[in-house]
């Protein structure tokens, strides 16, 4: 299916209209019926949800799933919930966002060299997919990877699920990832040599509210990587 897709728009097309994983689909569109009492007249997605940020960009920032209230209902990345609060308003500080704020899918948001992705497209509950369904969703990864490669410079991973996720969409999209494999940890830095070119791979950990209201992730923590990883694409300065 994305596998032989050379576009953006050709494969969002076509990941919006994924239905492979029963439990997540049955879920999705559940949540969307039944909505949050705080969204009951809104109309939600429930949808597989697509990247978001161009498709040039030299930084991709790569999460876990959506969110069941958030993207799930908005149809952006981390639009909608307190986690995409967070991140658009870090991505903003150190200027990759036009705004700091994500509240809906037509709000005027742009992204400057950076784009967002996932290993899962689909709302899971209890936001915890399973090992199938991520291998499902993997083609979609691939498919993404193979259109970004030319301009990738540099990855962003939030929390140890996209990590353990992505690095073999990266060894088999043509990067050299060591064996062993490298450990996920907030603010590791793996340089991975590739046929063009080498890839910066950051850790950072995920923008969840487990994490943000402890205090386990500040906002200086995650600028911080975000300001390593577009300067080692050459972002800034």
């Avoid at 709000?107 to 996932?118: A, K, N, P």
């Amino acid at each position: 299916m994305g596998a032989a897709l050379t576009d953006i728009a050709g494969l969002d097309a076509q990941l919006i209209e994924c239905r492979a994983c029963p439990r997540l689909v049955e879920w999705r569109e559940q949540v969307a019926r039944e909505k949050r009492a705080a969204f009951r007249d809104e109309t939600y997605w429930g949808r597989p949800v697509p990247g978001f940020g161009p498709p040039d960009a030299p930084v991709l920032i790569v999460g876990l799933a959506p969110a069941a209230h958030g993207a799930n209902r908005t149809g952006r990345m981390f639009t909608g919930d307190r986690s995409g609060d967070f991140l658009y308003a870090a991505l903003h500080a150190v200027g990759l966002a036009s705004q700091p704020t994500a509240t809906h899918i037509c709000d005027g948001l742009e992204l400057f060299g950076v784009r967002i992705t996932s290993p899962v497209h689909c709302a899971p509950p209890a936001n915890k997919p399973t090992p199938t369904e991520r291998d499902n969703c993997r083609h979609w990864l691939d498919a993404e990877l193979r259109i970004l490669r030319p301009h990738l410079r540099s990855v962003i991973v939030l929390g140890g699920f996209g990590w353990q996720s992505l690095l073999p969409v990266l060894d088999d999209a043509g990067w050299a990832v060591p064996r062993p494999r490298p450990k996920f940890g907030h603010g590791a830095h793996v340089e991975l040599r590739g046929p063009e070119r080498p890839l910066h791979l950051f850790g950072c950990y995920h923008v969840s509210q487990q994490n943000t209201f402890t205090g386990r992730l500040t906002p200086a923590m995650l600028e911080s990587v975000l300001s390593d990883a577009a300067r080692a694409a050459g972002l800034i300065g």
